[in-house]
């Protein structure tokens, strides 16, 4: 039995990278499309309103299973985590410049650091737009290794008020990607410190309950919508929070029937999604722009491209592997951490 929950815990975590993974491309597709004309501001604005599970899902999920490797000395840490995120940071922070300046790839990029010599550079202080959440990832190991003997309501405490005042625009770092980071730093606390807690949750999904979670998201959208109190601190963490309660009763439900399979597969594989699918979503875009597409078509081209750019970013990370360039997912060798030899007698 225990092997049982083992799996089902696993399960909906893996669901819900994997729902995050497919908002973040779809996301991405709806930018790139909004840069040529082709997203309708219904579809602008939906894409909007799902910023508030977008991320912080992710980030959720990425601390539920942090504590083991914060508890390793600091040489295992920096290795497995800090070092790893930081070389596929700067591996793909040079892959994104270089394709990026392919002129027709250019014309549709929203993200004007992709191009910008003087963004490359300052990459290490200032991480550009495209691969942000790996410099976080790593920035969160260290601080949570760092913040092991503060209690964890004093983590989630001051990093609530953080996320409030950020969202809130109240506080500003001066860069959007440290303001992001900011922002998002509780939800990977909240699933390191809480996670029996979303487990319970999970535990305890139902369909009604995904419902009523999802009418509360929206109910609670429109409300801060209607008294314009998006902007004030603490409604978007509400909204955040929210959300996430959707997030994992909604994970922990479609797993459990056959429809939720694939989604549950794709979020065992999420990073080389994360890594790829821009440039197949760039590609994508530059076609469309060659041939007439409808305006209708606007309202279902960012689903259709999230699945199809999804798959093709899994083939593509096969295809890497397959001919030798695993190196552009993984720590080289020599750079990776190794285990001490046991001492034999």
Same mark, same amino acid.
């Given at each position: ?25 779809? /996301? /991405? ?71 990026? /300046? ?65 969202? &809130?625009?109240?506080?500003? !770092? ?17 699933? *390191? ?9 999970? &535990? ?7 419902? $009523? ?10 409300? &801060? ?26 994970? $922990? *439900? ?25 440039? *197949? ?29 999804? &798959?093709?970013?899994? !083939?593509? /990370? ?28």
């Amino acid at each position: 039995m225990s092997g049982h929950r083992n799996f089902a815990r696993v399960a909906w975590v893996d669901a819900a990278k994997g729902m995050s993974i497919l908002l973040v491309v779809m /996301h /991405h597709a709806v930018m790139f499309l909004q840069t040529s004309g082709m997203a309708p501001p219904a579809v602008v604005a939906a894409n909007t309103a799902l910023a508030s599970m977008r991320m912080p899902l992710f980030f959720l999920a990425s601390g539920m299973f942090v504590a083991g490797p914060l508890a390793a000395p600091w040489r295992t840490l920096l290795h497995k985590r800090v070092a790893f995120f930081l070389y596929l940071f700067a591996v793909w922070t040079l892959i994104r410049f270089a394709f990026f /300046h392919i002129p027709a790839v250019a014309a549709v990029d929203p993200y004007v650091d992709d191009t910008d010599p003087m963004a490359l550079a300052l990459a290490p202080l200032i991480p550009g737009s495209g691969v942000w959440f790996l410099y976080a990832l790593a920035l969160y190991a260290v601080l949570g290794k760092l913040s092991r003997g503060v209690p964890p309501w004093l983590q989630l405490g001051v990093a609530g008020v953080l996320s409030a005042l950020v969202a &809130a625009e109240t506080v500003q !770092l001066g860069n959007e990607m440290w303001d992001r980071m900011a922002r998002y730093l509780v939800f990977f606390l909240l699933g *390191w410190h809480a996670r029996h807690v979303i487990e319970r949750l999970a &535990a305890a999904t139902s369909a009604l309950r995904v419902v $009523a979670a999802a009418v509360a998201c929206v109910a609670g959208a429109a409300v &801060a919508i209607a008294l314009g109190a998006r902007w004030l601190p603490g409604v978007a963490l509400a909204l955040n929070l929210l959300a996430l309660v959707f997030g994992v009763l909604f994970a $922990a *439900w479609i797993c459990r029937y056959r429809v939720g399979r694939p989604l549950v597969a794709l979020g065992a594989r999420t990073l080389p999604v994360y890594l790829i699918h821009v440039f *197949w979503i760039a590609l994508l875009v530059v076609g469309l722009r060659l041939v007439p597409v409808p305006p209708a078509a606007g309202y279902a081209l960012p689903v259709l491209m999230a699945l199809a750019c999804t &798959a093709l970013s899994l !083939l593509t /990370h096969r295809a890497l592997v397959a001919v030798g360039a695993r190196w552009l997912f993984a720590l080289p060798a020599r750079l990776a951490h190794s285990e001490p030899a046991p001492v034999t007698r």
